[in-house]
C-alpha cells in the first residue's frame, strides 16, 4: 500500500521509531528493512492487533529489533524514542493521544495521519506548541490521506491553512487538487436544490475555497512561509 510506504518512508534515519495503533506492525517491518530505521516500538491499546503485529514481526526475523507493548497511547511506553507515527484513526483521538502524552514528546517528530477531523487537529496542534514541517496527499485504493508532521515548535497558522494544511496548499500535489476537485464538483452539482438560507450560505463559503485551490487564488488567504 502506498500509505505504509508514505507512513515509512517519513521514518527514515531514526534510532527508534514508536508506531501507536500498529495494526500489523506493516509500517515498522517496512522502517527498518527499507528506511534505516534502527529500532521500533509496535504499540496497540488492544491485544489481538498486537498479537497478529507479534506474528508479522517475528515471520519478518526482526524480532530482536522490534518491542510489542500494550499501552493507551503513551501510558505504558517508557522507552526511548525519537519518532512516533499515530496513524489510521480519528483526528479528534490523535489530538486526546497527543495531549495526555505530552510530557513525552519533547524533540520528537510526529508523523500523524487523521482519517477525519484534520481542521480541528492542526487547530489544536497550532495551539499547543506544535509545528507543522510537511504535509503529504494521496489516494490508496480509493481513499483519500493526509500526512501531518510535526515537533514541538511555535507556529502562527491561519483559519485557511489549518482547514487546508499549509504545505499541502503551498505544494498542491496532485492528489489533493484530485480530492478538491472532487469536492467542489459534488457540491457544485447540488448547491441549487439547497433551500436552508444558513447552509446555504455555508456550502457557498466551502465553494468559494475549493474554486481558490482549485485555481491557485488564495494568496490573501494565507500568510504561512516555506521555511
Known amino acids: 500500500m502506498q500509505r505504509i510506504e508514505l507512513l515509512a518512508s517519513l521514518s527514515r534515519g531514526s534510532n527508534s521509531l514508536l508506531d501507536l495503533g ?17 529500532r521500533g516500538i509496535a ?3 488492544s ?6 503485529a507479534k506474528e508479522n514481526i517475528i ?3 526482526l524480532d530482536d529489533k522490534i518491542d510489542v507493548i500494550q499501552s493507551d497511547g503513551f501510558t505504558n511506553i517508557n522507552l526511548d524514542f525519537d519518532t512516533c507515527i499515530i496513524a489510521g484513526m480519528g483526528g479528534l483521538l490523535i489530538k486526546d493521544i497527543i495531549d495526555k502524552g505530552l510530557n513525552k514528546l519533547n524533540n520528537k517528530k510526529l ?3 487523521p482519517n477525519n477531523k484534520q481542521y480541528e487537529l ?6 499547543n506548541g506544535f509545528k507543522i514541517i510537511d504535509e503529504y496527499s494521496l489516494f490508496d485504493q480509493q481513499k483519500y490521506y493526509e500526512v501531518i508532521v510535526v515537533i ?3 507556529q502562527d497558522l ?8 499549509p504545505y499541502l496548499l503551498l505544494k498542491r500535489e496532485e492528489d489533493f487538487l484530485k480530492y478538491y476537485k472532487d469536492k467542489y464538483n459534488f457540491l457544485n452539482n447540488i448547491y441549487n436544490d439547497i433551500t436552508d438560507p444558513i447552509e446555504r450560505n455555508n456550502k457557498k463559503e466551502l465553494l468559494n475555497d475549493y474554486k481558490a485551490i482549485l485555481e491557485d487564488n488564495y494568496g490573501e488567504k494565507i500568510h504561512f512561509k516555506h521555511n
Open 111 to 113: 508523523i500523524l495521519e
Open 158 to 165: 491561519n483559519e485557511f491553512e489549518l482547514k487546508y494544511g
Open 47 to 52: 491485544s489481538g492487533p498486537l498479537k497478529m
Open 59 to 61: 515471520k519478518s526475523n
Open 152 to 154: 514541538k515548535d511555535k
Open 22 to 38: 500498529c495494526d500489523h506492525a506493516y509500517v515498522l517491518i517496512e522502517a527498518i528493512k527499507k528506511y534505516d530505521v534502527k
Open 43 to 45: 504499540s496497540d491499546i
Open 122 to 127: 492542526r487547530k489544536y496542534l497550532n495551539q
